[in-house]
Nanobody
Framework: QVQLVESGGGLVQAGGSLRLSCAASGGTFSRAVMGWFRQAPGKEREFVLARTWSGTTVDYADSVKGRFTASRDSAKNTVYLDMNSLKPEDTAVYYC????????????????????WGQGTQVTVSS
């Protein structure tokens, strides 16, 4: 069955960078929609970005545009979230998610649209 295992979270100073990894197994993802969300204590889950496997379609939340990018390694079935110029307000648990369906069939900005989720990884940005 499909599993998503996240890694790469940690503590970083403001202005620094982190790379989060999400290793997928148990399925075929070449036509999947890949999404990243985050959730801070007491807050609802927030959309970060989403992209097709090929990268031809990408959507970024305004709060991360120009600072975060998504990529993938087909050979490893792994997606990455590269976070640059980190701010304290980026502090949250970050989740990767995969729809395993085509772009446009569901709203990629809504968590309920995604079929599979990683376990989450904590990112803490200090001032």
């Amino acid at each position: 069955q499909v599993q998503l295992v996240e890694s790469g979270g940690g503590l970083v100073q403001a202005g620094g960078s982190l790379r989060l990894s999400c290793a997928a197994s148990g399925g075929t993802f070449s036509r999947a929609v890949m999404g990243w969300f985050r959730q801070a204590p007491g807050k609802e889950r927030e959309f970060v970005l989403a992209r097709t496997w090929s990268g031809t379609t990408v959507d970024y939340a305004d709060s991360v545009k120009g600072r975060f990018t998504a990529s993938r390694d087909s050979a490893k079935n792994t997606v990455y979230l590269d976070m640059n110029s980190l701010k304290p307000e980026d502090t949250a648990v970050y989740y990767c998610a995969i729809m395993a369906t085509n772009w446009g069939l569901r709203d990629h900005r809504v968590p309920a649209s995604y079929f599979y989720w990683g376990q989450g990884t904590q990112v803490t940005v200090s001032s």
